[in-house]
């Protein structure tokens, strides 16, 4: 029976920078581990990522690859925080988990061929369980009065799939350092960089679960086509100014100086049509704002165009809540049911999700801490930009959604 060492580490609120060097010390004493094989690792941009690698780095040892990044926050079993600077650090010692570790670069030229060619580095082999992604959300930052262009997850996926098809589960995230949508910065493994896309293939005498939480709900049941999008930029719906119909809905125009919309998604339902509600079938797009021109609205993602169907969707801070804390226990159940030890839980979870944010009571991210604290199953994990799970048989980019993922073996 192979065995498993894991250590976690994290600490924010801070103003000054945060060192990678005591962080991984920190993470290696907590899991006693003295062979470290795989860092996992993400940190604000206030802490300096470039520096927060290099301490990594020398506490860990030149052979040891550092995956992860820029993130606005981190998660573990008794910490959360995206607040100031901050940062965590997962090490693992394992002969019960294998990686394979390949990047491609220029995810801000062409999504689709960066997928292909970071899935033909790392290709398929029988033992393959998992593949964790992590790309650069952001395209181009914010100017002037035009809101930030993010790097789309649809084509990325695409290519991904053209090489490696449906073999093994894709779970990832697209990286964000800030609210401010500011440049990232990504840690390949033995480097730093951006506009990566970064692929670890785990394998192993081990089993991945996941399931995904939103909590969006549709606003009325009515679905709608599109009619005018280009790229990111949404126009019209059902032949109507998407400006004017979202004024109707709020009886106002205070929604236009949100970014994003606080309430309002649209959502593409993945399932049969007119079939009740499902959670797990339906992807949601958030709506960054309205552009310069008043003329349509940004997207958070550039794949819905003409003749998509869609529905607006209610984001709810209650259902959100609800939502994080069911699904968790529904898959801890799941894995206990089949007779499997869940060992490690890790949970990407979107920016806009956070308390501070949402304006909600509680973390969401909390109802997950307490349902995998009550089952001792260490968790790591972080705030992203884009979220990637499997749904209705197919990767697909998420939005506002926390994708809770659980490794188990065999008793």
Known sequence: MGTTKIGIACEGGMVQAISGKIMARKAMTAGNITRPGLVLAFCSNKSGPEEFFRGIREAAGADVPIVGGSAIG?????FLSYKDTVAGVMVLESDLLGFRLVSAGEVDRNEK????EMAAGIAHEPDDRLLLVFYDSIKC????????IMNSSTPLIAGIAEVLGDTVPVIGAGLMGDYDFNETVQFCGFSTGSQQLLGLMLGGDFSAYHRIAHGCTPLDGVYHRVTKAAGPLLYEIDGKPIVKMINEMFDSEEWQTERPLDFLTLGVHCG?????YKENHYVNRLIMGLIPDKTGVMMF???LKMGDEVQFMVRDAGRMVESARNNSRLLVDTIMGEGKVPFLALYIDCAGRAKGYSNTVVEEAAEV???LGEYGIPLFGFYSGVELAPLQGRTRGLDWTG???ILARNP
């Open 141 to 148: 930052p914010p100017a002037g009065n035009s809101p930030p």
């Open 272 to 276: 049969k049509k007119y079939e009740g």
């Open 74 to 78: 981190v998660i573990s079993s008794e």
């Open 301 to 303: 993602e550039s794949d």
């Open 403 to 405: 994708v809770l993922t």
């Open 369 to 371: 801490q307490k349902v």
């Open 113 to 116: 061929k960066a997928g292909r």
